[in-house]
T-cell receptor
Framework: GAVVSQHPSWVICKSGTSVKIECRSL??????MFWYRQFPKQSLMLMAT?????????EQGVEKDKFLINHASLTLSTLTVTSAHPEDSSFYIC??????????????FGPGTRLTVT | GQNIDQPTEMTATEGAIVQINCTYQ??????LFWYQQHAGEAPTFLSY??LDGLEEKGRFSSFLSRSKGYSYLLLKELQMKDSASYLC??????????WGAGTKLIIKP
């Protein structure tokens, strides 16, 4: 159990356009979902945390108006990169937490979305 | 501040044993996680420790000492497919995961 899917797995877009990335928990209800960004050879950087039905909490330095997060249900969260620029090119990874105790506190990751902005 | 330290890179030989250390200083502690991340892929969960001691899971074991703020991941009978980055993460008092920078493990034949 604890499978998280992410779509698309890769996307190429032109500068100035918007891109939407979906994250779904397939076999469990996710109390919390997380969005990360990872540049080559660097560690994960948490962008925002979202709980179903409430506004996302963004990390310092992450622009809320540029990275729109919608957590519409307990199994779906979306990240929209608005007016993308080449510097937004990165590996975007979502994760979901099941809730409960023990190792359920951990996060289960989607396969990631590689975004290239030209 | 909160801090997770682990070596940047390690090299080991196929069939051998390697120990990856992680030390942490966080505001509160609700468990320590180890994840494996292959290049170009998302992390996958390996282990979770919340009490002191050793947790064994097949070829992988994870150890925790809360008083020392220390953990290690032990990989036995190394295989080429174990070449990956290994991420240590600690859950703080707010149930937020604090991530280490990861240890890149290189396995040589």
């Amino acid at each position: 159990g604890a499978v998280v899917s992410q779509h698309p797995s890769w996307v190429i877009c032109k500068s100035g356009t918007s891109v939407k990335i979906e994250c779904r928990s397939l076999d469990f209800q996710a109390t919390t979902m997380f969005w990360y960004r990872q540049f080559p050879k660097q560690s994960l950087m948490l962008m925002a945390t979202s709980n179903e039905g409430s506004k996302a909490t963004y990390e310092q330095g992450v622009e809320k108006d540029k990275f729109l997060i919608n957590h519409a249900s307990l199994t779906l969260s979306t990240l929209t990169v608005t007016s993308a620029h080449p510097e937004d090119s990165s590996f975007y990874i979502c994760s979901a937490r099941r809730g409960g105790g023990g190792d359920s506190l951990g996060q289960y990751f989607g396969p990631g979305t590689r975004l290239t902005v030209t | 501040g909160q801090n997770i330290d682990q070596p940047t890179e390690m090299t080991a030989t196929e069939g051998a044993i390697v120990q990856i250390n992680c030390t942490y200083q966080t505001s509160g502690f609700n468990g320590l996680f180890w994840y494996q991340q292959h290049a170009g892929e998302a992390p996958t969960f390996l282990s979770y420790n919340v009490l002191d001691g050793l947790e064994e899971k097949g070829r992988f074991s994870s150890f925790l000492s809360r008083s020392k703020g220390y953990s290690y991941l032990l990989l036995k009978e190394l295989q080429m497919k174990d070449s990956a980055s290994y991420l240590c993460a600690v859950m703080d008092s707010n149930y937020q995961l604090i991530w280490g920078a990861g240890t890149k493990l290189i396995i040589k034949p």
